[in-house]
């Protein structure tokens, strides 16, 4: 019925040599996929009325309690928008969505009580998501149709991300405006919580009734789905989440096959979809319209996450397309359990902030390793191509004061907060317009490492840098950059790189080497010529650093 989401070994041999070399193709997984009996229960039959005015929460929930009780079928919403409160799923049950119906979710904040939940990695009481299910097996929201969170009736918006006329149907719609007339909040309990420290935080001895005073400002992912196993999302579109779209946790055997995700592009936290400490995904076929990141991994925040324990693995992405997102595929920020074993392939992102995007910083700690990403073409990037980072939200001091003296290097010792990124492969990308071509960063305590990076053609205005990495390897890399003045390579307090047949157009200066503690930098194949200078050498770094063939 389905298109099996496996890689097969006939499909693996094409893949590149610097892959093969890193991993057994033999050990990918296989994602099973539920299925289901024929037997149909359609929401009509259980009072479900397609007037847009009815509100249909109990006949819907009925159908999908007979179904389960009966074991399982098909729970029909057919032709006709159908209004709802919460929609709780069953195991053994596909709500099918048809092509013609919108499944649209009330504006009515009190039909979504408060419930014992997770955001962004952390226990938290949320309002009850629109759709929903924990513990269950072999479950799938199929069809064609919409299925609306209704979600601005929960975001809070800035002025200046809306036209005139815009923020104008906007106060008069209600909610309230902060004091210097610049933010429109859809009620006082929700910019209360906007102004609450930790707000929904649920920390030991705190019920959900102590969260009321702040309860607009809980809002819900549209989809949420936490231990669940043979899960299949195909066809529907998920549109105007409060927050996050598709928030699956702890869940195994998840496959997402041509799903429409589509949140505006203010939507505050409107993540396309964020898979939790899951293993066995693929999600292909797919596009991504997002207010936040697009395609993102997680697996927990902090001490949190860490005594989850639960890396997110053993997943594929393919022939997916994002728009606008933060980022196009990303990992992190909330990744203390770890990332590893994914494979990434054949996607396109359109004007996101970032395509690549890899993020954390110290306190998570986590190992994200063994990533595998090819064949991504972008275009309009507003910042990085490629981006690794581990000082997200957070600066570190400059080279150059450090180097006069009026700034310390940050050295905490490593410990289990200590986050890594290493063993990541990237290949065969394309970049018509970045604000930059690639950027690495690691931490001093722990360097970012053992990256490939390769067969790029990167259009931006600046060229690459890498900064507190070790054994990082750019091989045939293009970096077409719009300023001749800076460098094509600035590298900071790195070592034992390899850089080979880089090509650029005309420019001042090729490497910017920084830091006394840069060394066995090794450039090969690459047409000095089109450089006036070869090297600059700052803050500490010797010429001996650099070998130049």
């Known amino acids: 019925m389905h298109m099996r989401c496996v890689w097969t070994l006939v499909s693996l041999l094409t893949t590149s040599v610097l892959f093969a070399q890193n991993y057994s193709w033999s050990n990918l997984p296989v994602i099973h996929q539920p299925t289901f009996k024929k037997d149909t229960f359609n929401v009509t039959r259980y009072g479900a009325v397609p007037d847009g005015e009815t509100l249909n929460t109990k006949a819907i929930n009925a159908a999908i309690d007979a179904c389960t009780r009966k074991g399982g079928g098909v729970v029909l919403v057919p032709q006709g928008l159908f209004l709802t409160g919460p929609i709780t799923l069953r195991s053994n049950v596909n709500l099918h969505i048809d092509r013609a119906a919108i499944l649209q979710f009330t504006s009515d904040k009190d039909q979504y009580p408060i419930v014992a939940g997770n955001w962004e990695g952390h226990p938290a009481a949320r309002c009850q998501s629109p759709l929903s299910g924990a513990d269950l097996e072999n479950i799938a929201i199929t069809g064609g149709g919409i299925i609306d969170g209704n979600g601005d009736t929960w975001r809070w918006i800035a002025k200046d991300r809306l036209t005139e006329s815009e923020w104008k149907h906007k106060l008069a719609s209600g909610g309230v405006v902060t004091e210097d007339g610049k933010t429109w909040f859809p009620s006082e309990r929700s910019l209360k919580g906007y102004r609450t420290k930790d707000a929904g935080w649920l920390k030991p001895g705190m019920t959900t009734a102590d969260f009321m005073e702040i309860r607009d400002f809980l809002r819900p992912n549209l989809l ?168 997200y939200f957070a600066k570190p001091p400059a080279i150059a004061d450090i180097y006069a003296g009026t700034a310390k290097v940050d050295l905490p010792p490593v410990s289990e907060a200590t986050p890594q990124f290493r063993d990541i492969h990237i290949s065969n990308i394309v970049c018509d317009g970045a604000e930059e071509g690639i950027f690495v960063r690691g931490l001093p305590e722990m360097n970012i490492r053992d990256i490939e990076l390769s067969n790029m053609v990167l259009k931006a205005a600046k060229g690459a840098e890498l900064i507190e990495a070790q054994h990082i390897g750019l091989k045939n890399i293009e970096l077409i950059t719009a300023d001749s003045t800076q460098p094509v390579v600035y590298v900071e307090n790195s070592s034992d790189l390899h850089l080979d047949n880089i090509s650029y157009r005309k420019t001042t200066l090729l490497l910017s080497i920084n830091g006394a503690r840069c060394a066995n930098i090794h450039v090969a194949n690459t047409d000095r010529s089109k450089a006036v200078h070869d090297a600059a050498f700052n803050y500490g770094a010797t010429k001996d650093a650099v070998e130049l063939k």
Not at 255 to 281: K, L
Not at 295 to 320: A, F, L, Y
Not at 321 to 341: K, T
């Open 224 to 391: 949420v789905l936490t231990n669940c196993k043979k899960v299949l999302l195909e066809g529907a579109t998920f549109q105007n989440s409060p927050a996050w779209c598709l928030h699956t946790l702890l869940c195994e055997d998840l496959t997402v096959q041509d799903v429409h995700v589509r949140n505006p592009w203010y939507a505050a936290n409107g993540d396309g979809i964020d898979v939790e400490s899951c293993r066995g995904v693929c999600i292909e076929n797919s596009t991504f319209d997002a207010g936040d990141d697009g395609i993102c991994v997680k697996s927990g925040r902090d001490e949190e996450g860490r005594k989850r324990g639960r890396p997110t693995e053993n997943m594929i992405v393919r022939n997916d397309i994002v728009y606008r997102a933060h980022g196009g595929f990303v990992v992190g920020s909330e990744m203390s359990g770890g990332a590893r074993n994914i494979f990434v392939t054949d996607c396109t992102f359109i004007g996101t902030d970032i395509g690549l995007r890899f993020k954390t910083v110290r306190g998570r700690g986590g190992m994200v390793e063994k990533i595998y990403v090819k064949n991504i073409s972008m275009r309009d990037i507003i910042h990085q191509a490629v981006f690794l980072d581990m000082y």
